[in-house]
């Protein structure tokens, strides 16, 4: 599975990096370079390639929730990366300010139809046709190309982000030289040269000044810090919630901890986190903006989530088969509108509430408890795949030949694992 990943990335980044190149080059009557990095490669149209041909692939046929997912997967996309391009040191990438319809000049109403279209076509045409293709390679030689691109690709994006980021922000230029060797200094500069001047020649985009952040103030803003903790803390109630919910609508007690340590839900502390960066700047937009915004990208994200864990574990956690107007069991519209309804309770009520009560954290102690808590929640999530990875091997009558395998039959055998996981089916390998 990750070599068809890798596979539809490389072809989907080669494909965009062709259509931006040639409507650039076009429009400028002279050749243009548009992609970020400095290979023929557009980073965006590949994620988004590969993510909508994996997580959409059972919508093969469903015309109309192939092209709502791709816009929807597709649009959120393209308007991370314009907000993550926007705070390089070249600022803003692209404006469809002037295009009607659009949210904040990244994206807008008729690119968004446009990556639905691109998106059910490649979905249900063109990935099947590739990953086709694939398999008629030779194993070996496929696999070691793959991953010789790989390799250039994660130098190639080295370059690109010390040339977005490097300059006078987090790894300034001018200091690296007693931090490594001089060899590897050489070496960075050059590509650094070459990305800025293709990125220059490519991009006409105006400087912008860093946003100014409150000094001595644990967490202020929207950084790292503050979404970690909203992060921690959604896990926690998140799965306080569902287990009291579960005990409400079914009279029992179970589980709903994602993880093997402790009672955390981290479908709930990644949504709270990823709704609170995407949305943050909508506060005070209207009730109705944020419920939409809600029940379009909850719905998209539990559906993503619940294709993730099957492909990942070979398992599900949640199945709404028996819920009216749901999509394949993954997604319904009632909790579709329930995410909407988080939304905006969580931007309007919820979230200013607890950023304060976070902010209020001394430096000294917050700092080094997040340190604290990152590591533990790292091995609680490392521990938890392998403990499902071998939970989905047992099930296959997979037999343990590594140590790894062995400790996990010994401390998280399938009577543990149907303790922590009541809700979880084992899907039939196909």
């Known amino acids: 599975m990750h070599y068809h990943l890798m596979w539809l990335f490389f072809c989907y980044g080669f494909a965009g990096w062709i259509l931006e190149t040639v409507v650039a080059t076009v429009r400028n009557r002279r050749f243009i370079n548009r992609g970020l990095l400095d290979g023929p490669l557009c980073a965006l149209y590949g994620v988004a390639g590969a993510l909508v041909s994996v997580s959409l692939a059972d919508l093969r046929g469903n015309w109309l929730f192939l092209f709502l997912g791709s816009a929807i997967y597709c649009t959120v996309l393209e308007w991370l990366a314009g907000h993550l391009l926007e705070h390089s040191h070249y600022g803003r990438w692209w404006d469809y300010s002037k295009v009607k319809w659009n949210l904040d000049g990244y994206v807008c109403l008729p690119f968004s139809a446009l990556w639905g279209v691109l998106g059910l076509v490649a979905v249900q045409w063109i990935s099947p046709a590739l990953l086709f293709v694939y398999d008629l390679l030779p194993s070996v030689a496929a696999k070691t190309v793959l991953l010789v691109l790989l390799f250039l690709t994660a130098v190639d994006g080295i370059g690109s982000l010390l040339v977005l980021y490097g300059h006078g922000g987090w790894m300034p230029l001018q200091k690296m030289d007693g931090q490594i060797t001089a060899w590897t200094g050489r070496f960075q500069r050059w590509i650094v040269n070459i990305t800025a001047t293709r990125l220059e020649k490519g991009y006409i985009v105006p400087r912008r000044e860093k946003p100014v952040v409150a000094q001595g103030v644990f967490a202020a803003g929207l950084g790292f810090y503050k979404l970690f903790w909203l992060f921690f803390l959604g896990s926690f109630l998140g799965d306080i919630a ?37 949305l943050y700047r909508y506060q005070t937009r209207s009730d109705g903006f944020l419920f939409w915004m809600g029940t379009l990208m909850g719905g998209a994200y539990e559906y993503l989530c619940s294709v993730f864990t099957e492909i990942c574990f070979g398992t599900v956690f949640w199945d709404y088969s028996k819920i009216p107007f749901n999509l394949g069991g993954r997604i319904n519209l009632l909790y579709c509108f329930f995410w909407g309804i988080a939304a905006v309770a969580w931007m309007k009520r919820i979230y200013p509430k607890l950023s304060a009560w976070i902010e209020k954290i001394p430096m000294k102690i917050g700092k080094p408890l997040t340190g604290i808590l990152v590591v533990f929640m790292v091995v609680n999530v490392s521990v938890s795949g392998l403990a ?17 395998q062995v400790w996990m039959d010994t401390y998280y055998d399938d009577t543990v694992m149907e303790r922590i996981y009541p809700n979880a089916k084992k899907v039939a390998t196909k």
């Open 388 to 404: 499902l990875l071998r939970y989905n091997e047992r099930s296959q009558q997979l037999p343990a030949t590594q140590s790894w």
């Open 242 to 278: 569902e287990t009291i919910f579960c005990r409400i609508t079914g009279g029992t007690w179970m589980s709903r901890s994602s993880v093997v340590f402790g009672p955390f839900s981290l479908v709930w502390g990644i949504a709270l986190a990823m709704a609170t960066l995407l």
